[in-house]
């Protein structure tokens, strides 16, 4: 079945790096565009990023916009979001999921927990 | 940027009371309006895409229009399973924005 796995979160300190992946099966996954949508603790949905099919369109939200960095590895049916320069208010679980143009987003992975202390 | 509000904030209601739900576009985009089921602890769940095409297998109580940029999702018949925060979305043009959420419970 259609499956999205996200792996890579954590506990990490203000100011460093972490890299998100998010291994999907079950449907062709370069046929997709992909996107990554986090969830602050009790608080609403907020989308961050899409990526084309080839890689080569991304878009970012304004508030992950320099710092975090969406790509793709279609030969490993993987997605990843690198994010650096982590701040407080990244705290968040993050989802990724799959995105389909006329749509929205279909298929959602159970999220990944970052946890960002000052 | 696109921005995307919703009424009420929550809502209480009894078990087979309609329920409506409204979501509005600070602008045009047309029919790119998704619904989204949110139960607690939960992954988000599509409901409506298109602003009144129904997810197959989701329940027919359940339906989504549009009006300008007036979007509203109705359930026709509220069902304790439906407990949870439901989210609007337009994913016309990035950035993909979410509404802020409505909580729905039983009275």
């Known amino acids: 079945q259609v499956q999205l796995v996200e792996s890579g979160g954590g506990l990490v300190k203000a100011g460093e790096s972490l890299r998100l992946s998010c291994a999907a099966s079950?449907?062709?996954?370069?046929?997709?565009?992909m996107t990554w949508i986090r969830q602050a603790p009790g608080k609403g949905l907020e989308w961050l990023s899409f990526i084309s099919t080839t890689g080569s369109i991304t878009h970012y939200a304004d508030s992950v916009q320099g710092r975090f960095t969406i790509s793709r590895d279609n030969a490993k049916n993987s997605l990843f979001l690198q994010m650096n320069s982590l701040r407080a208010d990244d705290t968040a679980v993050y989802y990724c999921?799959?995105?389909?143009?006329?749509?929205?987003?279909?298929?959602w992975g159970r999220g990944t927990l970052v946890t960002v202390s000052s | 940027d696109i921005q995307m509000t919703q009424s009420p904030s929550s809502l209480s209601a009894s078990v087979g009371d309609r329920v409506t739900i409204t979501c509005r576009a600070s602008?045009?985009?047309?029919?790119?309006l998704a619904w989204y089921q949110q139960k607690a602890g939960k992954v988000p769940k599509l409901l409506i895409y298109?602003?009144?095409a129904l997810r197959s297998g989701v329940p027919s109580r359940f339906s989504g229009s549009e009006s300008g940029t007036d979007f509203t999702l109705t359930i026709s018949s509220l069902q304790p399973e439906d407990v949870a925060t439901y989210y609007c979305?337009?994913?016309?043009?990035?950035?993909?924005?979410f509404g802020p959420g409505t909580k729905v419970e039983i009275k």
């Open positions: 602008q045009g985009i047309t029919h790119y």
């Open positions: 999921a799959r995105f389909y143009g006329g749509v929205g987003s279909d298929t």
């Open positions: 979305q337009s994913y016309n043009s990035p950035p993909h924005t």
């Open positions: 298109a602003a009144s």
């Open positions: 079950g449907f062709t996954f370069s046929d997709y565009y």
